[in-house]
């Protein structure tokens, strides 16, 4: 899986980048990233890639000809385009039913905006898949692309360490319940007990029980899940 970041701030990336999965997930070659600065697409003395809104208004609007000049010079690197997403406010929300769809696609180019979000004219020319991570605005779609990549490596295979975790995972597919209690030792922490079953070695007594705790969890806090 390969993924291309667009964006005026590369380096937010590098530390996540070579956070320990990742980073092993990079040096066995299961994923590939490469970051772009869209400023050097810019063809102003200063650099400027932003401009007033025309009509007025508060902030600023990313130019269409950096953001555009950007995205095709990195989609004519390799042989195949990749998919194009833009991370935006307005977009499709993100959920795990998209990022299953996702990893069946090789390469991502990820746009990212800063200020007051894009000019219409880059989403109308470059068509890009445009993707929301949730309900509240962020300052520019580094984050969402973090988030991106983040729910997109997990699914795949190699890069977790266990390859059943990510199937028993809240969210995907077959799975609709939230997750059931875990703990770890010690056995008792401030006069509160590891429950007696999980001890107990009786493995369909304990299959039983996280089943009724993922179920009396989803009840109380998600029953829009069920
Ligand atoms: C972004 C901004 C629009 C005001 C580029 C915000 C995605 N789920 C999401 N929340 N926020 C974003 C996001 C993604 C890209 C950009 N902004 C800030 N956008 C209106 C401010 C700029």
């Known amino acids: 899986m390969r993924f291309d970041v667009l964006t005026l701030f590369p380096d ?5 980048l070579g956070q320990s999965l990742l980073h092993k997930a990079i040096e066995n070659g299961l994923v590939e ?25 508060p902030g600023m609007v990313m130019q269409v000809k950096p953001v555009v000049d950007c995205v095709e010079a990195v989609q004519a690197i ?11 406010p307005t977009g499709r929300k993100l959920d795990q039913q ?53 729910s997109m490596i997990r699914l795949v295979p ?10 028993e995972d ?3 597919s077959g799975n609709r319940l939230l997750e059931f209690p875990q703990y770890t030792r010690p056995r008792v922490y401030r006069g509160l007990e590891v ?22 969890r989803t009840r109380e806090r998600r029953s829009d899940l069920l």
């Open 98 to 150: 998209l990022v299953e769809q996702l990893v069946e696609t090789p390469r991502h180019l990820l746009l990212c905006g800063r200020y007051e979000g894009f000019d219409q004219r880059v989403s109308d020319i470059l068509k890009p898949m445009e993707i929301s991570i949730g309900d509240f605005i962020l300052n520019g779609g580094e984050v969402g692309a973090m988030v991106l990549i983040d």
């Open 78 to 88: 390799g042989e195949h385009p990749g998919n194009l997403i833009m991370l935006t």
């Open 33 to 57: 990233t490469a970051l772009h600065d869209i400023r050097q697409w810019s063809e102003d003395k200063h650099q400027r890639v932003d401009d007033r809104p025309f009509g007025g208004g």
């Open 12 to 16: 937010i990336f590098r530390g996540y």
């Open 195 to 216: 429950p007696e079953i999980l001890l107990s070695g009786d493995h369909q007594a304990i299959a039983k029980w996280r089943e009724e705790q993922s179920l009396k």
């Open 170 to 172: 809240s969210f995907s």
């Open 158 to 167: 190699g890069v977790l360490g266990d390859e059943q975790s990510s199937h």
